[in-house]
């Protein structure tokens, strides 16, 4: 037996509010791809590739609008975004009580079936909202409210794994609400095992590779390769296989999901991969439990036998070839009592660039301003890029002879 909706249960307002949300709601179609800061104008070129049509970039993330196959495409084959978020609704606001009105107004069960878990999370900028965890609470209840006037019967909440995440961003008057079609972010990638203390996401390592002008065919080598991220990504380029062709997407839930559309989507992704084979992709690290990690993933992905890895002191390591890319993410003292250590190291990383790579391209990540300094090189590039909430710097070095400084001269005796 189904059961009654409550006594208690909040109705609408017979009236129409003052700041009614249907003034403001944009298109289905109408979407804000997020990705790591820095990394804007890959997501544009990727979602223009996807069939997207531009709207605006903004700050770690872009506007664009998408119909669903652009949408689709989008969470299949973006290597840099980290969600695909379909607005479904927009409007201003001066009290709190107004935002659950917004949110009640909104027609949750025409887009997804009572059966379907729900989660929603909240994010501000510059809002004067007293509590966040206060206004999540009102927006689930407002959703679970709309499904009983409609269905008498509320979707559960699965703060985990949720089948449909919700997002409402705030400002100081405005608030916009989206269903999100990832579902896990899309650096999860869906075949990953194994992860190391300092992995970077696979959004931006992909990111990486792309702002270092690095072409498959051209060697590779990720001396510090810790759980294999660089290395998974740069296959992947190279075989042009679409990220996110071994996960589930939130998309899959909602009313309007096409199966006959994904799959023909999925289709196409596949028709454009290349064959399996070995590629000029080397890395290694000195802890071999974090090379098992690696080659875990490795075979994941299955690239077992396209990738090559060893377990080696990074200083101790000789090029793989005459010229390539190297592409690496060094330690850069994030816990206490490092950094002494690290001064020590960056001028002997340094000394072995210079003198075992002239002719290849080296491309560094760090979160440390002055550690890069010690290395003796001159970054020809310096690109401002965040890791999570770190703002770091990928740094280009181009390896030829002599492109160590020189130390000053020690003054005479005389």
Request: aromatic share 8%.
């Amino acid at each position: 037996m189904k059961p009654q909706p409550s006594q208690s249960s909040p109705r609408r307002p017979k009236k129409p509010h003052p700041v009614r949300p249907e003034r403001d709601v944009l298109p289905p179609a109408s979407h804000f791809a997020t990705c790591p800061r820095g990394l804007e104008p890959l997501l544009e070129a990727e979602l223009i590739a996807a069939g997207a049509q531009i709207v605006r970039a903004l700050p770690a993330g872009v506007l664009f609008m998408a119909d669903a196959a652009a949408e689709m495409r989008a969470n299949l084959t973006s290597r840099i975004a980290t969600r695909i978020l379909r607005k479904v609704g927009f409007t201003r606001y001066q009290k709190e009580e107004h935002i659950y009105r917004a949110a009640l107004e909104l027609p949750w069960p025409s887009w997804f079936g009572v059966d379907k878990t729900i989660a929603v999370k909240v994010g501000a900028q510059n809002a004067s909202l007293k509590s966040l965890n206060f206004i999540t609470l009102k927006i689930k209840d407002a959703i679970c409210d709309r499904f009983r006037e409609e269905t008498r019967e509320r979707p559960s909440v699965d703060t985990e794994a949720p089948d449909v995440p919700v997002y409402a961003f705030f400002t100081p008057d405005a608030v916009t609400f989206y269903l999100d079609t990832s579902g896990a972010p899309l650096f999860k990638r869906g075949f990953k095992t194994e992860a190391s203390a300092a992995s970077i996401k696979e959004n931006l390592a992909a990111g990486l590779l792309m702002l270092s002008g690095w072409e498959p065919g051209t060697p590779l080598l990720d001396p510090m390769c810790g759980a294999g991220t660089i290395l998974i990504e740069a296959a992947d380029m190279a075989l042009n296989r679409a990220p996110g062709r071994a996960r589930h997407f939130a998309f899959e839930h909602y009313r309007d999901f096409d199966a006959a559309l994904w799959k023909r989507i999925k289709a196409e992704a596949r028709a454009l991969e290349k064959p399996l084979r070995k590629l000029p992709i080397f890395g290694s690290d000195l802890d071999r439990w974090v090379v098992d990690k690696a080659r875990n993933n490795l075979a994941a992905a299955g690239y077992a036998d396209v990738i090559e890895l060893k377990v080696s002191d990074a200083l101790e390591l000789t090029p793989p070839a005459p010229v390539g890319t190297l592409v690496t993410n060094p330690p850069y003292g994030e816990r206490l009592g490092e950094a002494e250590d690290l001064a020590d190291w960056y001028p002997q990383l340094g000394d072995w660039l210079k003198k075992g790579f002239s002719g290849w391209d080296a491309w560094i990540i760090s979160g440390d301003p002055l550690l890069p300094k010690l290395m003796g090189l001159k970054a020809s590039r310096r690109i401002p890029l965040f890791n999570g909430m770190i703002e770091t710097r990928f740094l280009h070095y181009k390896l030829i002879a002599g492109s160590m400084r020189p130390l000053k001269p020690a003054p005479s005796a005389g």
